[in-house]
T-cell receptor, first 113, second 114 residues
Framework: EPEVTQTPSHQVTQMGQEVILRCVPI?????FYWYRQILGQKVEFLVS????????KSEIFDDQFSVERPDGSNFTLKIRSTKLEDSAMYFC???FGRGNEQYFGPGTRLTVT | GENVEQHPSTLSVQEGDSAVIKCTYSDSASNYFPWYKQELGKRPQLIID?????GEKKDQRIAVTLNKTAKHFSLHITETQPEDSAVYFCAASETNFGNEKLTFGTGTRLTIIP
């Protein structure tokens, strides 16, 4: 069964550094999402992406965050200048169409020191 | 925006007993309600979902009920087994317009006592 994949599984970075989290959604999916989960807390929506543009973003997704779909397979989340509070598990998700199930990737644990 | 409340935050049941987790939502436009199971360090995995045109859905030992009037939905697990131990998240989404983002509840840590 096709799966969403994410790399790296764990990223450690220093405060102020830029990080890029990578996702490969399921190949025929059209809707893409990033969520984050701070340790022990609930999963929170960050941003949705459809038809090569952001369709919605949360208040967490400020100017330090950006997303790209640079080619037909990858979907990336960039944090320009990381802060301690960006430490979390970041999940990518994708789905085929309206009303369909969202499939989650295994996550990238980001640790900002 | 949507707000999803989930209770209880922790739940321990004896193996073989039933477990019930309850969620409420605030946005009457929400019409899709999935439940995800998350084992430690792993991705959330969909275990069952329900849409607003249905009041109940069952899949083997798992069932979900929805009360649109009261804006609450519940997960029922019968004949619990040790492998049911995990964190369960409910979520709500609106699928007619917009981007269909999921708004999650705060999670329930379910422990099955052998």
């Amino acid at each position: 069964e096709p799966e969403v994949t994410q790399t790296p599984s764990h990223q450690v970075t220093q405060m102020g550094q830029e990080v890029i989290l990578r996702c490969v959604p399921i190949s025929n999916h059209l809707y893409f999402y990033w969520y984050r989960q701070i340790l022990g807390q609930k999963v929170e929506f960050l941003v949705s992406f459809y038809n090569n543009e952001i369709s919605e973003k949360s208040e967490i997704f400020d100017d330090q965050f950006s997303v790209e779909r640079p080619d037909g397979s990858n979907f990336t989340l960039k944090i320009r200048s990381t802060k301690l509070e960006d430490s979390a598990m970041y999940f990518c998700a994708s789905k085929f169409g309206r009303g369909n199930e969202q499939y989650f990737g295994p996550g990238t644990r980001l640790t900002v020191t | 925006g949507e707000n999803v409340e989930q209770h209880p935050s922790t739940l321990s049941v004896q193996e073989g007993d039933s477990a019930v987790i309850k969620c409420t939502y605030s946005d009457s436009a929400s019409n899709y309600f999935p439940w995800y199971k998350q084992e430690l360090g792993k991705r959330p995995q969909l275990i069952i979902d329900i849409r607003s045109n249905v009041g109940e859905k069952k899949d083997q030992r798992i069932a979900v009920t929805l009360n649109k009037t009261a804006k609450h939905f519940s997960l029922h697990i019968t004949e619990t087994q040790p492998e049911d131990s995990a964190v369960y998240f409910c979520a709500a989404s609106e699928t007619n317009f917009g981007n269909e983002k999921l708004t999650f509840g705060t999670g329930t840590r379910l422990t099955i006592i052998p």
